[in-house]
């Protein structure tokens, strides 16, 4: 199976909240994506709603059931009181744990999981009470897929900042086998795979071809800054390109 594209529309909402107007809309653009082909929307709820809001999520829910059967919506986060309503109100088919800070600008690490075990086994196992499937955010370190396995994930996703905005040959080959020793302790453990953060059409290829249990990236980012220049539907046709998924 190709690994498939989940379009983060975090920075569309973004933009759209710099104003009190509603465009650009996060329901539309979130729909030229499905369109074009993308397997889902990513979306990434904070506590100050700087980008997504909570209305949004209903509308981007309401809109994948009803118009785009088959398309998966992912919402990812901190794992708290309000975080866990949410998920449980929207009933995304995943979602995906996150160690962030309530201000944090964007996540830029994964999971302590040993310290993090009693929460992360709880939370999980909620989850897993409303028939959600849970991903968990891990950094490079092949020491994590079991231990994610261990407290109860359907899988976990690479964070792959080192290695997309690795600018340096050496550095980005260094993170890069990180990257690829991790995914393949993901498979080792019986966990499917994610990954996201930084990834571009430009160093997803190999990637792909390095981990074919790589089931879905989660992109927002690139793709926004993409669509800037070729339109958001031809983007996404590119980033399928990029990643095998034709």
Known sequence: MACTLSVNINAVAYLRNRREVPWPSVEGIGRIALDA?????????????????????????????????????????????????????????????????????????????????????????RLHRGRMRVSVFIDPDDRAPALARAVGADRVEIYT?????????????????????????????????????????????????ALPNLKEVSIGHAVVADALILGMAETVRRFRAAIGDV
């Open 161 to 209: 900042g080192p290695y997309g905005g690795a600018l340096e040959r050496t550095a980005m080959e260094r993170e890069f086998a990180k990257v690829v020793a991790a995914g393949q302790a993901a498979a080792a453990a019986g966990l499917d795979l994610n990954a996201g953060h930084d990834l571009t059409r430009e160093n997803l290829p190999r990637l792909v071809a």
């Open 37 to 125: 082909g993308a397997s889902g929307l990513t979306v990434h709820p904070r506590p100050d709603e700087r980008h997504i809001r909570r209305r949004d999520v209903t509308v981007l829910r309401q809109m994948l059931r009803a118009d785009y059967p088959g398309r998966e919506f992912n919402i990812e986060g901190y794992p708290d009181e309000r975080f866990l309503a949410l998920c449980e109100a929207e009933q995304p088919d995943q979602v995906t744990l996150v160690p962030d800070l309530p201000g944090q600008g964007t996540s830029d690490h994964g999971w302590n999981i040993a310290a993090s075990r009693a929460l992360l086994e709880d939370v999980i196992a």
